[in-house]
Nanobody
């Protein structure tokens, strides 16, 4: 069972990135999927969550309207589209999944390895 995150990098303020997270060993269908981020010295925080039924989407206040979480069940992959990026979005981003859940708590079932996003001019 594995989640493999990719798509991080260096981007200028106002730019966009799309993070991907491919699942293997299990199917994302039926799992709540979430993206989290962490800055050194700070706690990991939830950024976006899509419930297992795809009926509920939750975003961190500071990213709402700029970030979009989605999944492609055919590709068994989840995404985080990030637009109008700001320097304060700089962090290591982690994907995660939790079976049959509306929410995305820190106690997720599976975690990806993290991908670094740096927003700087």
């Amino acid at each position: 069972v594995q989640l493999q995150a990719s798509g991080g990098g260096l981007v200028q303020p106002g730019g966009s990135l799309r993070l991907s997270c491919a699942a293997s060993g299990f199917t994302l269908d039926g799992y709540a999927i979430g993206w989290f981020r962490q800055v050194p010295g700070k706690e990991r925080e939830g950024v976006a969550c899509l419930s297992s039924s795809d009926s509920v989407t939750v975003y961190l206040d500071s990213v709402r309207g700029r970030f979009t979480v989605s999944r492609d069940n055919a590709k068994n992959t989840m995404y985080l589209q990030m637009n109008n990026l700001k320097p304060e979005d700089t962090a290591v981003y982690y994907c995660a999944a939790k079976y049959d859940s509306i929410w995305c708590p820190l106690g997720m079932d599976y975690w990806g390895q993290g991908t670094l996003v740096t927003v700087s001019s």
